[in-house]
């Protein structure tokens, strides 16, 4: 079985997507959903899923490329419905633990609300 479209009932955010853990969507639709973050780092802080699970960005395939894209249409639309499109917004994928992802199954956060610092 491909993991990459198999739901996977060990998966947080896999269960989320299946309505099986409690999460406040902000956009659906067949090919992402997104919900706020429960801890959030910022005034705005949303995050844009694939309902296909893959882990990290690491394994996204060329295939995937019309989904990803997708997701910074989703992230970009977002921006504008939390009023951030403007004063500004971070989006960011974080891959592996190295810079701190905790969940396994690819998230874009999109982050704003107020000042955010560079680098990170
Ligand atoms: P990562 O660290 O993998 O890049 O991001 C995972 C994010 O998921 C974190 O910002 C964390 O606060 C958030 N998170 C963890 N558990 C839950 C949950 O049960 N619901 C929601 N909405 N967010 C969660
Ligand atoms: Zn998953």
């Known amino acids: 079985m491909d993991y990459r479209v198999e739901m996977q009932s060990s998966c947080l955010f896999c269960r989320i997507i299946r309505g099986e853990s409690p999460s406040q969507f902000v956009y659906q639709d067949q090919l992402v959903v997104a919900f706020k973050d429960t801890r959030p780092q910022a005034p705005v802080h949303v995050l844009v899923c694939p309902t296909k699970h893959i882990p ?65």
């Open 56 to 120: 990290t960005l690491n394994d996204v395939q060329e295939e995937d490329n019309a989904l990803l894209s997708h997701m910074f249409q989703v992230a970009k639309s977002l921006a504008v419905q939390f009023s951030v499109h403007e004063t500004g917004y971070r989006t960011v994928f974080n891959v592996n633990a190295g810079a701190g992802q905790t969940i396994y199954h690819l998230h874009l956060h999109v982050i704003g609300g107020r000042l955010l610092s560079w680098p990170p």
